[in-house]
């Protein structure tokens, strides 16, 4: 394990944002911090890069102890790097924002230029060294704040929400660049990140946080809306994009349901004696370790779960129109 979190706590104005009693972060992994927002992910981050004291409890770094001292700290952050969110670039050029950590750490001259070039060769950005790093694009930015942490030679990076402000082409490439450091360099990388599809997919380990505690999974496909009688009797829930569902007796107003993916249904539109499913296309497919994950484009992007053989046998491709079938025990109704 390159952390081992026991008993901690973390308070901000008497309000407890994390609480963690066991939590293990394997080395030379990919793991996603999955939760919604407030549910502590960025806390634990600037926690596990030793920027930030814990209240209580705790962390083991690669088996060691961490005592939260500002001489004990001070030597565990080279070995870590954060990369925040929104990454700061001083409004110099690329390499100068670059080669600002690496002086810090003595590196000659010669070196640094050689570090630099490697690693922005690596994020094929190589043309950008001597570019102004505060004009370029968000997808850029991360890129080159991708560069500068590999330049310091961590053995950790840790990602606050890497694809958050970026387009889908560089969403992509930033996708296979951590995919590519943690195969070829064997760096640990952690990431938080609010969208589940694309997080499962390039971790290895998924952790969820819910109100600064880790959960067993959160809850999926959850749609906010109005519930109301029909003339004939039935209630039908409507959210803001059009999504339609019927809902069990006695729910009006306002709700929020969430649908488990495991025991929604997918049938082609086409086949016969389909009833009130949501109707859309396949947006999305990857495989999970509990079965084919498929997302439908119905309004709302809601997340199917198919059994392997069930998907072999249906075979649905991306662009497909298909039907949600929404079975009673697939609803769970959040609030009133
Ligand atoms: N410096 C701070 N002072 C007071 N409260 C804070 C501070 N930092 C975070 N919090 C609170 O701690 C809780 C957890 O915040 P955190 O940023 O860790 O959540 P998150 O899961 O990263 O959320 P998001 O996805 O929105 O970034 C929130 O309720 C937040 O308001």
Known sequence: MIYSIRGMTKIFGGRTVLDVDSLDIPKGKITALLGPNGAGKTTLLSILAFLSRPASGSLAYDSREVRFTESHMHPLRREVVLMN??????????CKNMEFGLKLRKVGKEERRKIIRENLKLVGLDHFEQARAHKLSGGETQRIAIARALA?????????EPLASVDSQ?????????????????????FTSHDAVWARNLAHETVYLDG?????????????????????????F????????PLPEGIEGQVRVSLDPSALKINHSSAPGQGDGLKG????????KNGIRIVVDAGALISV???????????????????VAIPPNAVKILNG
């Open 238 to 245: 409507a959210s803001g994009d059009g999504t339609r569902l």
């Open 85 to 94: 969110q929104h990454p700061i670039m001083f409004s110099q050029t690329v």
């Open 212 to 236: 600064g505690r880790p959960v067993d999974s959160v809850l999926e496909n959850i749609l906010s809306g109005n519930a109301a009688r029909t003339e004939a009797g039935e209630v039908w």
């Open 305 to 323: 779960i198919m059994p392997e053989k069930e998907y072999k046998a249906m075979a649905p491709g991306i662009g497909d129109k298909v039907q």
């Open 152 to 160: 310091l030679s961590p053995r950790v990076i840790l990602c606050d």
């Open 281 to 288: 296309r396949v947006h999305q497919i990857s495989r999970e």
């Open 170 to 190: 560089n969403q992509a490439i930033i996708v296979s660049l951590l995919r590519q450091i943690n195969k070829e360099r064997g760096i640990t990388v952690i």
